[in-house]
């Protein structure tokens, strides 16, 4: 007689010997109420898209209401996108203004999760490793901002045999079952030069070899209006997607902006731009190389606050939850939002995506 029944896949057990040792297995079994919710959203938007054809064609001999239809269209037509390695969200702070929709998020930092649940109402999912992609709502994009350590200048140069380098293994596992559309993979700029380009080249390799179309760029921050010096790379791959002037895709001069840290702070700074935030490193001498916070301000010695922390990374409203380390840690972390943003708006530049908004 079943008196116990797993919760994740509904397995029933007369013993309570045997169904603790169910919830104590190395390998969690299947989460079928994830899979059917997968199969319940699949099923409803065909019929959606059903229902969308058919009012379409009724249109024409009766007067239905034409928002209820855009809004249809709408709801079948937005860009989904999934947020890898999520930290504090910019991917998903410049995709919203863009109306795409997050269906997915992962981090292991706990308070990056709590952040990205209070600013964006989003469970976060644990470390990548234990996810299962095949039980993921369709998307389009896949974005990853993958650890960087073993790629930066600060970091081991281990690349790919640090156990966080194996990280962009994990990202392909994705791109391998869930085949978005669009593959987004940000990093440092070291990453280029990484193990004499080996690295790069690999992943190049990686993504080609599963026929996506790849670009990249190098983006400087202060180019665009936001006084910091930090550089990031973006690795954009494309698949079953036709895009225009790809060639031309980081052609950006259109978002390009001067500014200084007196004009974006609002305070007297004796330099024009900010070194790189960084997550470790904080309180070093002004003149000594390792430091990033310290800045002459009227002549008097003047450390970053989050909130100037937060501006230098773009975050506006930012409801930001947790003590200053671990805000340090997440800022030093994260990408700056102009990039985020400028990617998601040529990405519908030079594609058939729409903005939802
Ligand atoms: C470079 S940061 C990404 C920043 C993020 N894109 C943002 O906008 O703030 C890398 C993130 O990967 C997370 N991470 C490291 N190992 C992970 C794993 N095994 N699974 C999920 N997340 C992991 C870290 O906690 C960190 O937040």
């Given at each position: 007689m079943v008196k116990y029944s797993c919760e994740r896949c509904g397995k029933g057990f007369s013993q309570k010997s045997h169904y603790d040792s169910h919830n104590k297995r190395k390998t969690p079994c299947e989460n079928n109420a994830d899979k059917i919710k997968v199969l319940i959203d699949k099923v409803v938007e065909e019929k959606l898209k059903e229902l969308n054809k058919k009012l379409i064609i009724e249109n024409n001999k009766v007067n239905i209401n034409t928002d209820i239809m855009q809004l249809l269209e709408n709801q079948i037509n937005q860009v989904k996108y999934i947020d890898l390695?999520?930290?504090?969200?910019s991917f998903h702070y410049s995709f919203q203004k863009l109306g795409f929709k997050c269906v997915m998020a992962c981090d292991i930092y706990k308070p990056a999760k709590e952040n990205y649940k209070k600013n964006y109402n989003i469970d976060v999912l644990g470390d990548i490793c234990d996810i299962d992609p095949s039980i993921i709502e369709s998307y389009d994009i896949l974005c990853a901002g993958f650890p960087c350590q073993p790629f930066s200048q600060a970091g081991h140069h281990k690349g790919f045999k640090d156990s966080r380098g194996t990280m962009f293994s994990q990202v392909m596992r994705f791109v391998k079952i869930n085949i978005p559309k669009v593959v987004i993979l940000e990093n440092v700029q070291a990453l280029l030069n990484h193990n004499k380009g080996k690295s790069f080249a690999k992943i190049k390799e990686d993504l080609e070899k599963e026929g996506y179309n790849i670009i990249y760029k190098v983006l400087k921050c202060n180019d665009y209006g936001i006084p910091q010096m930090r550089k990031r790379l973006f690795i954009i791959g494309f698949k079953n997607i036709e895009v225009n002037n790809l060639d031309n895709f980081f052609e950006l001069s259109e978002y390009k902006k001067n500014t200084t840290l007196t004009d974006y702070l609002g305070q007297n700074f004796k330099k024009d731009v900010a070194y790189t935030l960084r997550c470790g490193g904080k309180h070093?001498?002004?003149?000594?190389?390792?430091?990033?916070?310290g800045y002459w301000v009227d002549d008097k010695e003047y450390r970053l606050t989050i909130d100037d922390g937060l501006k230098l990374q773009g975050f506006n409203n930012y409801d930001f939850v947790g003590n200053k380390n671990e805000k340090w840690k997440m800022l030093g972390n994260t990408i700056p939002t102009i990039f985020t943003e400028i990617i998601g708006k040529q990405i519908i530049k030079h594609t058939s995506f729409n903005s939802n908004v």
């Open positions: 390695f999520c930290g504090m969200g070093s001498a002004i003149n000594d190389r390792h430091n990033w916070d």
